[in-house]
């Protein structure tokens, strides 16, 4: 029963579960401003009604999706306080700076212009408005890099210095903390995915009415423009995760020999990596594998020939670092354990990978049967509408393997995550919290996807123009009651 009372156990899946149902709605915002502004150029430029059509029904889905994400995240800044009020009290100087700048730079440029956004069709200039939406996409990436700079913090802490003598990190250098390459590297990386994710639900959209013959002109250059940014998309991941892998080995190397499973020193063709992998129930011994020679020591060292620690010998050298005469009780763990959990940071790593190709493979054979308009087999528009939560999940089980992969540590080398939580807060109240957390959020989310599945459903609105079928001078009154 304690065990099950454990504050720290219980304040750890909170913040898990919250801040992962919060990530469900961040791509998805950040992906579809891009396209929308996207698609909104394309009307701009061609006049073209299609394309402002297309722009008003994903723009729609964007907004539903952005007022869900603003009220979800308003939890995460609580929690700090709530539960994790020693980590706050030791890092917050710095912590605090980032999350401030996004909420009162990024976050308020971004909402201002999305005003601007949904009020100025009929009151401003075209490309006047146009730049709104695109201001918009500016304010949501700024918006995300402030975050995942605050995150990267906790990866590669930087730009700070120990006061002892009032027991916490002070911040020196502001701009090292924004320049973090641990953040450098995550900003794209989050941006390319948040693109596959948002075009494989522009895909399923399309998808969806393209298999009852609906609004066929409209959802087939949807249906071939989703599926060329979802493979562009993939292409960006696959780049900007193998730069943010080298990264990862040079300040986690931990995380790196966790997400192989890799025990002692390899180098080389030693250095492999398993596509699929048995072991003893110890995780200590392997029974069977599918390899790839030379590739983790590609991935780790970016040379074919490279060195990737192994658990066991980081295992010795962070004792001896953090836990010998120079560590502190903030610095080494109860238990004496560096590694995560082995089986969650192995199979997290391979599920984000996998998902994600998966979603690109769809793009592309989806690409090649929808040539020239040739006839599509009922399945394969089933498959299309299905797609559509790969990159999100690949997102999901990313982030868990960056955020577990860190374990022991809320801030690496800094404070471990036992000394982080709460003193004051018994398990039970944050188990109450918990499940109050869970069926709010999980009637949230019934609503999300109704509301989004609705604007889906009912498609682009109908637009009456003055002149021929592909005229753009539509009625402005129209364009502002649309929403």
């Known amino acids: 029963m304690n065990e099950f009372l454990d504050a720290l156990t219980l304040a750890r899946w909170q913040f898990g579960l919250t801040t992962l149902y919060h990530f469900l709605f961040v791509p998805l915002t950040i992906g579809l401003a891009l396209l929308v502004a996207i698609l909104q150029t394309a009307w701009v430029r061609t006049d073209q009604v299609k394309y402002l059509r297309l722009t008003k029904l994903y723009g729609k889905i964007f907004l539903i999706n952005f007022a869900m994400g603003v009220v979800t995240g308003i939890v995460q800044e609580f929690q700090f306080g709530m539960n994790w009020s020693n980590y706050s ?24 212009f999305i005003g601007l956004w949904i009020f100025g069709w009929d009151r401003l200039p075209k490309k006047i408005h146009l730049l709104t ?24 802490p930087v730009g700070y210095q120990l006061n002892e003598e009032r027991g916490r990190a002070e911040l020196t250098d502001i701009g090292a903390v924004l320049a973090n390459p641990v953040a450098l590297t995550q900003f794209p990386h989050t941006l390319f995915a948040s693109l596959m994710f948002a075009a494989t639900v522009m895909i399923a959209v ?88 030379y590739l983790l020591s590609f991935l780790s060292t970016n040379s074919f020939n490279g060195t990737v620690e192994g658990i066991n010998n980081l295992q010795a ?30 199979w997290a790593f391979r599920w984000m990978i996998g998902l994600g190709a998966l979603a690109a493979l769809v793009s592309v054979v989806g690409l090649w049967i929808t040539r020239q308009n040739r006839s599509v087999p009922a399945w394969a528009w089933k498959v299309a509408v299905w797609t559509a939560p790969l990159p999100m999940l690949a997102s999901l089980v990313g982030w868990i393997f960056t955020e577990m992969g860190r374990q022991p540590w809320i801030v690496f080398g800094v404070m471990t995550t036992e000394s982080a939580v709460s003193p004051g807060v018994p398990g039970w109240a944050v188990l109450v919290s918990l499940i109050v957390f869970t069926i709010v959020y999980g009637a949230l989310a019934v609503v999300e996807f109704r509301l989004i599945v609705k604007a889906a459903q009912a498609g682009p609105p109908e637009l009456q123009t003055s002149g021929s079928a592909g005229d753009g001078d539509v009625d402005h009154k129209q364009l502002a009651t649309v929403y």
């Open 317 to 346: 050298e962070y004792t001896e670092m953090y836990c010998g005469a120079a560590g502190t009780a903030l610095t080494c763990p109860s238990d004496g354990a560096f590694t995560p959990i082995i089986w969650v940071t192995y």
């Open 206 to 293: 399309a998808a969806w009415h393209l298999s009852r013959n609906q609004f066929v002109d409209e959802m087939r250059t949807s249906l071939r423009f989703g599926m060329w940014a979802n493979i562009f998309g993939f292409a960006g991941v696959s780049l900007t995760g193998h730069s943010l892998g080298l990264v990862m080995t040079e300040t986690q190397p931990m995380k790196m020999a966790a997400a192989e499973a890799l025990y002692e020193n390899a180098t080389g063709a030693d250095a492999s990596f398993s596509i699929f992998s048995l072991g003893t129930p110890d995780g200590l011994h392997e029974i069977f594998s599918v390899r790839i020679p």
């Open 133 to 156: 939406i695109w201001f918009v996409w500016i304010g949501s990436a700024a918006s995300a890099y402030f975050i995942l700079a605050a995150n990267a913090f906790m990866q590669n």
């Open 89 to 112: 009290r030791f890092v917050g100087d710095i912590f605090g700076a980032p999350l401030a700048m996004e909420g009162l730079i990024a976050f308020f440029f971004e909402a201002t």
